[in-house]
C-alpha cells in the first residue's frame, strides 16, 4: 500500500465540512433506527397483512386504535420516525459549508417542525382512548 | 474506471466529484437522498392521516382512503416502497459498520442488501399490481 505524503485537497481542513452535530444525537439516531426497523414492520404488518384481504376503514381502524397498546406502539413510532427523520435533514444540512448562525436556525426550525408534527399526530390518537381530543384543531 | 496517473491529478477527480463515485460513495449519497424523500413523506403522512381521522364519522378518512387507493397513488406507493427497502436495508450496513462489523467487506454486503431490497420491491410490486389494474382484492386465506 502506497503512503500518502500529501493530503488531496477535498481532505484538507477548509473542504471537509464541520460536522458539529453531536455524539449523543448521532447515538439517538442509531438507537432510532434499529427501533425504527422494528416499529415500521410492525406498522406495515398491522395496516395491510394483520387481516387478510381487510380493507382499510375508519372502522377498523378505530377498533385498534381504541387499546392503549397500540396507542403506546403508535406514539413511540411516531416519535421515534420525526426525531430520526428530521435529525436526518439536519445532518445532511450540517455536512454544507455554511454560516453557523444559519445552521443554528435551521436545527431551531426543525425542532419547531417536530414537536408540532408529534403534537398534531398525537392529537390524533387520544381521542381513541380518551373520546375527546387534547385540543380542538 | 481507469485511473491513470494524469487523470489523477486532475482536481475534479476526487471521491467528492460524482463521476469518481464508486460503491460506497454511491450507497452514502442514495441514503442521504432516499433519507431526505421519506423524511418529507413521512410529515406529510402525519398531518393527511390525522387531519382526516377526527370526528366519529370517520367521513373523511373514508374518502381520503378511497382516493389514496387510486392507481396514481398506489404506483406513488410502490416508489415509496423502494425509498423504504433501499434506507432501512443499506441502514442495516450502516449500523453494521459503526458496530465495527463487515466494513472490510462494505461491497459484498451492499449487493447482498440489495438483492433482498430488489427481491421485496418485485414482491411489492406482485401484491399492488392487482389493485392498480383495478381488479377487485383478492380474498385472503
Known sequence: ?137 | MIRTAKTRERSLNTPVWPMNYRTGMWAWTLHRISGLALSAYLIVHIIVISSSARGPSGVNFNSLLATLTQPFFLVLDLLLWAAVLYHTLNGIRVLLFDAGIGVRRQKEIFWGLMAIAVLAWVGGIVLIFPFIAGRPPIPGP
Open chain 1, 1 to 137: 500500500m502506497a503512503t500518502i505524503e500529501k493530503l488531496p485537497q477535498y481532505m484538507s481542513e477548509a473542504w471537509l465540512p464541520k460536522s458539529n452535530t453531536g455524539l449523543w444525537t448521532w447515538f439517538i439516531q442509531r438507537i432510532t433506527a434499529a427501533l425504527l426497523i422494528i416499529f415500521i414492520l410492525a406498522h406495515f404488518w398491522v395496516t395491510h397483512f394483520a387481516v387478510p384481504g381487510e380493507e382499510i376503514t375508519f372502522r377498523g381502524v378505530s377498533a385498534r386504535l381504541q387499546s392503549p397498546f397500540f396507542l403506546v406502539l403508535d406514539s413511540l413510532l411516531l416519535a421515534t420516525a420525526i426525531y430520526h427523520g428530521l435529525n436526518g435533514v439536519r445532518n445532511v444540512i450540517y455536512d454544507f459549508n455554511m454560516n453557523p448562525a444559519i445552521k443554528k436556525t435551521v436545527a431551531w426550525v426543525l425542532l419547531v417542525i417536530g414537536i408540532v408534527t408529534f403534537v398534531y399526530g398525537l392529537n390524533a390518537l387520544v381521542p381513541f382512548i380518551t373520546g375527546r381530543p387534547i385540543f380542538p384543531l
